[in-house]
């Protein structure tokens, strides 16, 4: 079962980002968001868009989100905002790290970095180090990613941002479960329930919890990864977010799944399945699709069928190339094991064909963002070569105001002192 065992491979990354906060299908953060769209200063702009990442941002509005930050940066090479423009950067990585194009991601990082770090901002330092952390841990570099979750945190208790370095704490503790430091990762993701369920963020506890499941499964520890399960499972329901609570039945039937328990593991990915479908989300309902078929390949191959092209459809509908290409590609091989080789080789053409697709708009939206990116160093030039000249003439000013003054004051001791010698003149004359 490729999807089920891919998800416990990428869990420990994905915990951190994507997660969605919209209630159902109506509710998107950012179109709806009335504050921000009535918003006519681009400052405070930044700042809404700042917190409707924090809040999460939903995947379906990637591309809306990333338009709003290109009119951002718009904003802010007219005003020549230096400040404003390496916000917006940060911005555009988060949706970049998220999307994992961690080469355009790093890029964008390094040189705001170098922005924050001349302004000593630990706030957005902390964030790059976090971004960068979880580049490198994509990538498996895990001891530098660790070194930058630390830095990460060091950075947010400089600045007293307690939910912050909590959360970076948690992150390094996804390395430390990498380096098989189990207890270590334990002690801390423990800390770190314990911080966030007295500040109530249940969904922040939902994934903790599920940390803590795949140490304990990983260790072979059933009845404590079983504990894990149900508890992330809770905190998922008390945080009444549909979104959240469909990503926990899935999860909790992908358990049950690997301790062999089909019928319930079953039951549960289609209460995922009904959940998702009254969010909307039709990526997840896609996903949902696809792990009951994989489930019922084993011994109901025509509901597998039923359930595989159900996904292939509603991808193809909504142009989720990866969703279907994955469809088509298990479809392939189910007809292959009945030994149907003619229905297979057609389906596996179709997946060639949509993966080449996938791999041809790949490249022309990697060309597009290098543009995007390389414009966005030469007006980050530009703006740093005006602000330059702008504090240059700025020191001329003063300068020149000095040299005045200076001037100005010595005239009149000149003044002065022509007036006592004429007056000293003078009294020796009448002397005389």
């Given at each position: 079962?490729?999807t089920?065992?891919l ?95 961690f ?12 922005y ?22 994509g ?96 905190y ?116 060639i ?27 980050s ?14 020191n ?37």
């Open positions: 079962m490729n089920l065992k998800f416990f491979s990428l869990v420990l990354f994905s915990l951190f980002i994507n997660i969605s906060l919209s209630q159902d299908a109506n509710e998107f953060r950012l179109r709806n968001h009335l504050t921000y769209h009535k918003e006519k200063s681009w400052e405070k702009k930044v700042i809404l868009l700042e917190e409707i990442l924090d809040a999460g941002l939903d995947e379906i509005e990637f591309e809306l989100f990333r338009i709003e930050v290109e009119k951002l940066y718009n904003y802010t090479v007219l005003k020549n905002d230096a400040l404003a423009m390496n916000q917006s950067r940060l911005l555009l990585a988060h949706v970049l790290v998220t999307q994992h194009n080469l355009e991601a790093n890029k964008i990082l390094m040189t705001t970095k170098i924050f770090e001349k302004n000593k901002n630990e706030k957005y330092l902390g964030l790059i180090h976090r971004y960068l952390g979880m580049i490198q841990s990538q498996d570099l895990n001891p530098i990613a660790l070194s930058s979750f630390n830095a990460s945190i060091d950075y947010y208790k400089e600045c007293n941002l307690p939910l912050e370095y909590t959360h970076s704490e948690a992150l390094a503790a996804s390395i430390l479960i990498k380096f098989k430091a189990y207890d270590a990762a334990e002690k801390t993701i423990r800390r770190c329930i314990e911080f966030m369920t007295k500040k109530k963020k249940y969904i922040t506890v939902f994934r903790y919890y599920h940390m803590l499941a795949t140490i304990y499964s990983v260790k072979n520890e059933n009845a404590k990864e079983k504990w894990a399960n149900q508890k992330s499972y809770d998922a329901v008390n945080s009444k977010n549909l979104t959240v609570i469909s990503l926990a039945q899935n999860n909790l039937a992908i358990a049950k799944y690997f301790e062999g328990n089909i019928d319930e593991a079953l039951k549960l990915f289609h209460k995922a399945l009904e959940t998702r479908i009254n969010t909307g989300k039709i990526k997840l309902i896609c996903e949902s699709y696809f792990n009951i078929a994989e489930v019922y390949a084993e011994n109901n191959r025509a509901k597998a069928k039923e359930y595989f092209n159900k996904s292939r459809n509603l991808a193809k509908k909504e142009n989720l190339l990866t969703d279907e290409g994955d469809a088509l590609l298990a479809l392939s091989g189910l007809y292959d094991t009945e030994k149907d080789f003619k229905t297979s080789q057609l389906l596996l053409k179709e997946y064909q949509v993966k080449e697709k996938i791999d041809e708009l790949n490249s022309k939206e990697q060309i597009e963002r290098s543009n995007t990116f390389n414009a966005y160093e030469v007006e030039v530009k703006i740093g070569m005006g602000l330059e000249k702008e504090t240059l003439k700025r001329i000013k003063k300068f020149q105001t000095v040299v005045a003054v200076m001037s100005s004051g010595y005239l009149i001791l000149m003044i002065l002192y022509f007036l006592r010698r004429k007056r000293r003149f003078n009294s020796i004359s009448k002397g005389s």
